[in-house]
């Protein structure tokens, strides 16, 4: 059997007679020229930049991502060495600039193993059918055919010899194909060439060293050219005039002088200091919740970053703070400010593609669009309140929650259940009458026209509307944290009513996916059911609410059957959901937390099957791992692993220890650290206080240990070997109190 | 600079770029793109350019004349270019040039914008044109229109005529516009504006609306299977409209309002499909006459399915 052996990686042999010729050569001229002919065949830098019409911001940074992957492989595939990649680029070019590349491609002889020896060739020495056609497979002729000892004994091999190539020629046969790779997460056709890309493209540059490679992609002939910023490039130039690269290791400092900054790293460092500088000026600072998300945008939008300070009429400060930041954010992209006492303050930044002398046109521009929307928002925001959310209600009939799970309305009802409910398995059944309307009107906002312009306003219109409506405080407040947290890491409710809505929310949209049968599985999770279970657990770990998720899923569950809008099958899908949240909990305590996945599963492991309050689970998970962290702990767990097996063996059930059987010492030792032990234990488990219950179990490492020293388990006396498997038991189910210990890993 | 010397200069333009001055349509319309000339004639290999300006209604925006950006009817420039000549862009802004909108002088920028209409069954990808932090124009490569892929690719440009006057003026509200020299804009549609949308969110005959949809459709569809493609797309533009005022008297919840969209759609994928069939039977009239004008655009793909 052939098989496959990279032998060698030869380079090729570079030779260097020119230079000894060079001393003698008198002739200027010619030493100039052939100074060039010794600069192009070392290492040069490769040129390629991709200029294209408008590319969406965002998915910019993805595709100089994915640029600099393909030319890595496509490097290292073709064997072409170099010193470096680098990916810049912005709204009108992808670059990629590889430093160092070498004028070839490294020439390799790869050695293919083929049959044995006594198979390929007879006993005269001549080519078997074999040899002839492993030779034709390999492409070489029979006769070179080599002979190797390895081993397994001798086999025949053939000796296989790639020269390099010249690295122009490989590039101008695969730079199309890096070209035609690029995908991106949305892309059109514009030409006959079908090429597909985020937007049209309208020029390449691809330059080794000093030299033009020529190919045709997109229906673009590459070159030499490109150009510069669209409308500020060289003084005295027209609109996008071109401009011919003529070093590639010159591209970033003359596409500078072009006015366009090609490194996204450097944009972004000019813009954060402009923007700052601006916002220090309007004794301010920039709004911080969406800071990252618009620099992002505005690094990648334009090429040449000037932000600029404007300000709007303070009439419109009147609406409420989340419209006005949504709306220059969602509308515009542009930057809020606030001040000290975080007030929004009437102004805003924006960043601009263009640096002009007197920037007062552009600036009133911007802010005539923005008094544009603003009154538009306060139209809305008129014209919403004339309709009460109570009123709104009804319209809800109209939204389909999902087309199997029927309409919002119908959630609604759901929630006005379940939500009272939850409240209650809280021990907090004196919110009840809150809960029960905070949940009628929750989803009301949803036929709003501010909500239908900005959907993420969600809740927070909600609350405003509520308010306005003269709804109870707790009612507002609840229906404004509904969606929170609006991301895995976002802010979560502070209002009891909202975590009690929230949860409601989230349980039934659970339950009620969970129950057609559209349960999350692998990469597929359209109605993002993990992002809302994480959420779940959130609300009820970092608020330390107490409740039981068998029971919350339960609730949901009979309300769900109540309310009869999915036919019912029995299927056991609490279970099932139960496990999906459990695993989201395992997420959280990992991540958050940095618990072990010993200590989360040996905690989960010793659960009741009845109950699940993972604000409890949490707490027995950070004593256990904090308390392992003692010297004590490790021979803790050898002792307690050598009795639990023993129990699990034998199957042991029995607990009644007689001290009269006691035969040794140690026995009676045991037997009463553990007595003492367990009503201690027990009560510090029932004050919830795991670290002083496990703190106790570690006294029982001495005795646990002379017990196993002492005695045999296994005695001859029957009642004697019962007697000391039950005191084993009552060790092993004293541990399970507090965790499993047989998961721990030490 | 008056809104119609703005027309003007916009049409002396585009005419010089080879574009066929048509009219807009007798039809109430969404948006210029509603307008067979865009529509139906961005459908199939022929080559075609065309400029008109399209009064648009849209019901849902009428504000009574009050707010200073917001009509339920106004005008846009259009131009749809096919195929998408590689200096569009270009193209576009020395439009702008024209205008006298010096690009050099203002913050002008690309910014994303994926175009879809659900009711045309249409979509495509391009950009919202911002003159200074406003949208201008819409800008649009179309890739799919009534359901069919498009090929070759048609390119759209939709100006917002009153925008650019308002910014060309530096006029705050629509009705302070110049039309003409001495005749403002508020002084011609003020008056349509309080009515019609008086009439839009408070009057309209809301059974009769749903009647009257329901008889286009069927009139449609009959229409469509008569092989009468260009009087059925009449009765798809109608339907659509209906449904603009049935939303804009509220009385569609977002449920129906999908299914309503969902039988525009069915209508003018219909007509889509009738109308590249009709192109084709009649040998793509006008691959001919354009290779005889020797425009200087992109004419590959119009030229290879050669008619029988």
């Known amino acids: 059997m052939p098989s496959n052996r990279n032998a060698s990686r030869k380079p090729s042999q570079t030779l260097r007679r020119r230079a000894s010729r060079t001393s003698v050569n008198l002739n200027p001229s010619r030493s100039s020229k052939r100074q060039s002919t010794r600069l192009s065949s070392s290492n040069s830098v490769l040129l390629l930049e991709l200029g294209t019409e408008e590319i969406p911001a965002f998915f910019i940074q993805p595709a100089l991502q994915q640029l600099a992957q393909l030319t890595e492989k496509f490097l290292k595939g073709q064997r072409l060495e170099y010193e470096s990649i680098r990916p810049v680029g912005s709204s009108r070019r992808l670059t990629v600039i590889v430093s160092g590349l070498a004028p070839k491609q490294v020439s390799v002889s790869q050695e293919v193993m083929g049959p044995p020896q006594a198979v390929a060739f007879d006993q005269h020495g001549v080519p078997t059918k074999a040899a002839i056609g492993f030779a034709s497979t390999q492409a070489v002729p029979v006769e070179s055919l080599q002979v190797r000892e390895t081993p397994k004994g001798k086999y025949v091999c053939a000796v296989k010899h790639e020269t390099g ?73 027209k609109t996008d005039a071109r401009i011919t690269v003529t070093d590639p290791s010159k591209y970033e400092a003359m596409m500078k002088r072009h006015r366009v900054i090609v490194d996204p790293q450097e944009r972004r460092a000019l813009i954060q200091d402009q923007v700052s500088q601006l916002a220090k000026s309007a004794k301010g600072k920039v709004y911080g919740e969406h800071y990252d998300e618009l620099l992002e945008q505005a690094v990648y939008t334009v090429e040449y970053p000037h932000a600029i300070l404007g300000s709007f009429d303070s009439h ?38 263009m640096k ?77 009458v809150v809960c029960e309307r905070a949940a009628f009107l929750s989803k009301s906002d949803l036929t709003t026209g501010l909500v239908g312009e900005f959907p993420t306003l969600q809740g927070v219109m909600g609350r405003e509307y509520a308010k306005h409506d003269g709804e109870h405080a707790d009612v507002c407040a609840a229906i404004g944290e509904l969606y929170l947290p609006g991301t895995p890491e976002g802010v979560l409710p502070e209002n009891p009513v909202g975590m009690f809505l929230g949860l409601g929310d989230r349980i039934d949209t659970l339950v009620a996916f969970f129950t057609v049968g559209m349960i999350p599985s692998g990469s597929e999770d359209p109605f993002a059911l993990r992002r809302i279970g994480y959420g779940l657990i959130r609300i009820i770990v970092e608020k330390t609410l107490r409740l039981n998720l068998v029971d919350l899923i339960d609730n949901a569950e009979q309300v769900l059957k109540r309310h009869d809008v999915i036919p019912m099958q029995d299927l056991p899908n609490g279970p099932i959901l139960l496990e999906f949240l459990l695993e989201r909990f395992r997420f ?54 050598r009795a639990n097996r023993i129990v699990n063996k034998e199957q042991w059930r029995a607990h009644q ?21 367990q009503p201690l234990i027990m009560a510090h488990v029932a004050q919830q206080d795991y670290r002083a219950a496990l703190m106790r179990l570690l006294q029982l490492k001495a005795p646990i240990d002379s017990f196993f020293e002492g005695v045999m388990v296994n005695a001859a006396d029957q009642r004697i070997r019962a007697n000391r498997l039950s005191l084993l038991r009552t060790i092993d189910q004293l541990f399970l109190t507090v965790a499993d210990f047989s998961r721990i890993q030490h | 600079m008056t809104l119609q010397d703005l027309i003007l200069s916009l049409h002396q333009f585009w005419s010089q770029q080879h574009c066929i001055l048509t009219q807009p349509y007798d039809t109430e319309k969404g948006a210029g793109t509603f307008n067979p000339a865009t529509f139906l004639r961005a459908l199939g290999p022929e080559p075609w350019r065309a400029a008109y300006v399209e009064p648009c209604r849209r019901p849902t925006d009428g504000r009574y004349g009050d707010n200073p950006n917001r009509l339920q009817h106004y005008f846009q420039y259009q131009v749809v270019l096919k195929p998408s000549p590689a200096d569009v862009q270009d193209l576009y802004l020395k439009s702008l040039a024209h205008l006298g909108i010096n690009p050099r002088q203002h913050d002008i920028q690309f910014i994303q914008d994926d175009w879809e209409s659900p009711t045309l069954g249409a979509w495509g990808l391009g950009w919202e044109v911002r003159l200074d932090g406003m949208e201008i124009t819409q800008f649009t490569y179309f890739q799919e229109v009534g359901g069919i892929e498009v090929n070759p690719v048609t390119v759209e440009l939709t100006y917002g005529l009153e925008r650019i006057a308002m910014y060309i003026q530096g006029v705050d509200h629509f009705f302070d516009l110049m039309w003409s020299e001495g005749v403002s804009y508020g002084q011609i549609y003020r008056e ?70 969902a039988r525009i759609r069915g209508l003018a994928r219909g007509c889509a499909e009738s109308y590249e069939k009709q192109r084709e039977t009649l040998g793509y009239p006008l691959i001919k006459s354009t290779r005889q004008t020797g425009q200087k655009t992109n004419n590959r793909a119009a030229k290879s399915p050669v008619p029988k």
Request: charged share 25%.
């Open chain 1, 165 to 237: 190539q010249k690295t122009a020629e490989v590039l101008r046969i695969q730079l199309p194909q890096i070209i035609q790779q690029l995908s991106f997460k949305k892309s059109m056709v514009w030409n006959d060439s079908n090429l597909r890309f985020a937007r049209p493209l309208r020029w390449v540059v691809a330059l080794y060293g000093n030299k033009p490679i020529r190919f045709e992609v997109g229906g673009v002939a590459s070159g030499a050219q490109t150009y510069g910023h669209r409308y500020l490039s060289a003084p005295g130039l």
């Open chain 1, 316 to 353: 419109f400060l009147t609406l409420p703070q989340e419209v006005l930041i949504t709306a220059m954010k969602e509308h515009q992209g542009y930057f809020s400010l606030i001040a000290r006492s975080s007030a929004l303050l009437p102004k805003f930044i924006t960043v601009t593609n």
């Open chain 1, 356 to 432: 002009l002398p007197k920037m007062d046109v552009i600036r009133k521009g911007n802010e005539r669009v923005l008094t544009a929307r603003l009154s538009d928002a306060q139209y809305f925001f008129q014209e919403d309140r004339k309709v009460s959310l109570n009123d709104r209600v009804e319209r809800l009939r109209g939204i389909t929650f999902h087309k199997k799970l029927g309409s919002l309305h119908q959630k609604v009802a759901r929630l006005q259940e379940l939500v009272p409910s939850i409240a209650d398995l809280a021990g907090r059944g004196d919110l009840k």
């Open chain 1, 588 to 641: 959280f305590a990992k991540t958050v937390h940095q618990l072990r996945d010993d200590m989360i599963e040996a905690v989960l492991g010793a659960r009741p099957t009845e109950s699940c309050d993972i604000t409890d689970l949490l707490a027995r998970i950070q004593a256990l791992q904090m308390v392992a962290a003692q010297p004590e702990f490790s021979p803790l767990i050898v002792g307690y692993t």
């Open chain 1, 657 to 677: 220890v007689k001290a009269e059987l006691f035969e040794h010492e140690s026995e009676i030792q045991l037997h009463q650290a553990v007595s003492q032990a």
């Open chain 2, 192 to 261: 349509s504006e309080i009515q019609c949308s008086t009439y839009n969110f408070e009057v309209a005959d809301v059974d009769m609306i749903r009647d009257t949809f329901d008889a286009y459709e069927r009139e449609c569809r009959r229409l469509l299977e008569e092989d009468l493609v260009i009087p059925a797309y009449d009765y798809c533009m109608k339907t659509s409209h209906l449904f603009n005022l049935l939303d804009a008297r509220g009385v569609i919840s977002v449920t129906e309002r999908t299914g309503y969209i």
